[in-house]
């Protein structure tokens, strides 16, 4: 069998790539290592009985023109709670929760006046940055139409923000998130709620520079038509995947799992097909690759076919992860103080105040980590009881922060690690320990190892403003086209980022589909 295209890892943007280039009727396969389909979006049996998503467990970005085109809900997509609330706790009984523009509990009457109007000017914001979800980053020299047309859509897009919402853009655009929200409140849970949006998945702290960006970029995601809905996808994050999946396999996508590319076949700077862990040659006009840029063109391609700047560039590019998950089977529902039945079905943000936060990512600096991270949980069996044995259920926790590179490496390090994190939910869960009957540690080392994500890093590549848009990955491969002509990449580390949004697979896909066009 001859494919026009192989896609080289099942994550959901290889297969979200996938779909998209069966849809224009080719003949596309795709090559995952590992047993299961969707990298870090998927959903595990960690003990017999208890299955929760492996990584990524809220979805809040996948974009709404993906689920559409796709239609992922005939194919499957179901939501077991579609727009849920997040409640900080911290610790002692004080609480907090919020769902979009509303704010209970421990805040002050003026922060909780405020918080909408705040809310609706960051969504704004937010909103008017979406055009460039969808597009290639700019060319820094020469232009073609279809960019022409892409730039004039994102500059009328933010040009329509208004003076004073651009004004506040371009005040707040690089600044740090405590500082934004000490501009806008005073009460410690809500300055934790806005910077938690921030920093989660990066390896930024409340006072590092561009923080905001980075919150600005998860608000762009809208569910269901909810800007800044975070929703639980039924059956875990693997039912996001298994829909991309089905998705692609109607229009003819043919998926082998357990098959490594070790090899991108390169003759006089063209790529002709791909070789797998077993020796199998398999051709195709086109190869995509899921990896990060690192792993596809130094590992697969060889630094013999790239020029040494473009080699010199991918080796900076910044990709030490500071995220940890932790997942627990749970013999009954534990009970966090300050928390009512709500907030249980709902995202918990555990932590007393953005300074605690600030002082969780100091360590991190110095290959350290926290005793007391921030914590988000979920416990996903609330609104989905099939995921645990009856009156069971399963909890899954984002640590945050636990740096890639620990002093005496994780291997050692990974037992202490899990007790502290433990010892820490224990007190915001009392007795919690008592009820787990399996657990499940993934440190950024295992994260890497495991789902081959570069330093453990929630986006394959820190989402800062020197590795944005032209030169994410890097300057010369930001259209998704590399130096090596017929090899695109597809992946996180691309413009414009991770999270479970299939962006980069939608546009690198065009990308190869406007090469066709050309040719
Ligand atoms: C702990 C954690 C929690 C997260 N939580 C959230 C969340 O709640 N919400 C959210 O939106 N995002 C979250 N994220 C981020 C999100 O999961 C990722 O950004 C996203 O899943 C990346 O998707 P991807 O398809 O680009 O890459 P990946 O998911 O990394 O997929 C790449 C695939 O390529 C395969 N591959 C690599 N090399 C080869 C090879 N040589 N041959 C064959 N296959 C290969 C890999 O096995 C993998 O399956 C989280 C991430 C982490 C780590």
Known sequence: MSYSHIVIGAGHNGLTCAAYLAKSGAKVLVLEARSQPGGAAATEEIAPGYRVSSCAHLLYQLHPRIMLDLALDRHGLEFSAKNITTTVLAGDGAALTMLDGKATGNISEKDAQNWPIFWARMKKIARHLQPMLLMSPPRLAGRDLSQNLDLLKLGWSIRSLGREDMREFLRIAAMNVYDLAADYFDSPLIKVRISADAVLGTTLGPRSPGSVLSLLYKLTGALNGVQGAMALPKGGMGAVSGALLRAGAVRGVDLRLGQRVRRIIVADGKASGVETDTGEIIEAANVISNADIAKTMVSMVGAQHIDAGFQRDVSKIRSKGATAKLNLALSALPNFTGADAQALAGRLLLTESIEQIELAFNPAKYGQWSKHPLLEVVIPSVTDPALAPAGHHVLS???????????????????????????????????????????????????????????????????????????????????????????????????????????????????????????
């Not at 005496?408 to 915001?428: K, T």
């Not at 590549?461 to 086209?481: F, H, K, N, S």
């Not at 414009?496 to 065009?510: D, E, F, L, S, T």
């Open 397 to 519: 926790a984002i640590v945050q922060y636990a740096p890639y590179q620990v002093e005496s490496g994780w291997a050692s390090q990974r037992e202490p690690f899990q007790r502290d994190v433990m010892a820490h939910l224990e007190h915001f869960a009392p007795g919690i320990g008592a009820s787990v009957v399996g657990t499940d540690l993934k440190t950024p080392a295992d994260l890497e190892a495991q789902f081959g994500l570069p330093g453990g890093h929630w986006h394959h590549g820190e989402l800062a403003i020197d590795q944005l848009l032209m030169l994410r990955p890097v300057a010369g491969a930001a259209r998704y086209a590399t130096p090596v002509e017929n090899l695109f990449l597809c992946g996180a580390g691309c413009h414009p980022g991770g999270g479970v949004m299939g962006a980069a697979g939608y546009n690198a896909a065009r990308a190869v589909l406007a090469k066709r066009q050309a040719a």
